[in-house]
């Protein structure tokens, strides 16, 4: 080890030179602390023997700057006294001393105490080397999961923009990437398929199931049971959830999901959709100036087999609303009343907003709703999809 040996007595630098060396070990010695102090910030030393009486600088306040100091190392400290008493050693140990040595020193007390001190240098560097790897192999996690994260937000769909309907929605993982998704996309018959899917858990596996049933779920004619008709959009929705809890059972994986599904009749205005254990969906209703949840209950996707699911029909008219959102919204207190968004409360608050465009609610739901830091620590996955109703498409097929 190279070992820092302090003392403003001429004579016990010499001596306590010779011992050290003879264990060893390389030698530098300093005349006080201040020395000292400088010295160990040019150098690099596994090891200080100190005295505790010197001026300018004293052995305690020596240890208290090495350990209040940033070193890449750690630096075992030895104080030689002949001081005695339990106060004496309080003092040193809460200083950052880690062992004492009594004058007149002795060889083989010196060369047990500094056994100890590789012993700790040694594991120190290990522990050290090891964070260092740790620290290296997170960061590349990191650049990973943010890229992932990237990739999943270029995923999502833009804003739809039609005569008869439009979508806006606010999506935020509560960890990088999510288990929340959703996806629509319109039909050559003039129709809006739509799904939101809320995978259960959190992080990279409910993640990359997540990103799985985006890409798959679009293009599995098998879930729909055929070619997605006009005439068949009664039947679709129950269908496509009873399929693909089939499929979900049958993979190997601890997950199941909660899911709204759906297609909206472009010409009529006409939505069907089904309701697979998700939080109820809000409707908006501009002629009746209202705001209710559509309290349908279901089962969720791939939880057991066997699960009946029921198609549920609504008729839109000119300037309503239909808002789709994952549960990860009740685990939050809004910033306006510091209450938990869900029940009674959510309600209120689409109550307040309900005149507001689809883009004007997603941003106060960003907003005001949710606090920077609220956002930036979130429990839970927080989605919501809002589709704006207007003209019907005077077309019939």
Known sequence: MNILIVDDAKDMRLIMGS??????????????????????????????????????????????RIREADFSHYTYIILLTGLSGKKNILDAINAGADGFASKPVNLEEIRIRLLGAQRVVTLENDIAEKNAALQEAHDHIKKDLEA????????????????SIRTEWFYKPAIFIGGDTFDYYLTQNGCLVFYSVDISGHGI??????????????????????????????EIPALFASNLNKRLLE?????????????????????????????????????????????????????FDGAEYETQMLQMEPGDKFIIYSDGISENNSVINQEVLEGDNLTHHFDDIKHQSAKEITETIEN???????????????SFLVFEFDNINKKEG
């Open 19 to 64: 011992i050290v060396r003879k264990l060893g070990h390389d030698v530098v010695e300093a005349v006080d602390g201040e020395d000292a102090w400088e010295k160990l910030q040019n150098g690099k030393f596994e090891a200080v023997i100190s005295d505790w009486q010197m001026p300018r600088l004293d052995g305690l306040g020596l240890c208290q």
């Open 148 to 163: 992932a994260a990237a990739t999943q937000l270029s995923s999502l769909p833009a804003p739809l923009r039609t005569e």
């Open 368 to 382: 005001k709703w949710l606090s920077t830091e609220q956002l930036n620590a979130l429990p839970d996955d927080v």
């Open 205 to 234: 596996s409910a993640a990359m199931l997540s990103m799985s049933l985006q890409v798959s779920l679009g293009l599995k004619r098998g879930l729909y049971g055929g070619p997605v008709t006009r005439e068949r959009l009664e």
């Open 251 to 303: 993979q190997k994986h601890d997950h199941y999901l909660t899911m709204i599904f759906g297609i909206v009749d472009m010409h009529t205005n006409k939505l069907y959709y089904v309701q697979a254990g998700h939080p109820h969906p809000y409707w908006i209703r501009k002629k009746q100036n209202t705001v209710s949840a559509v309290e349908v209950n279901g089962f969720p996707v791939g939880l």
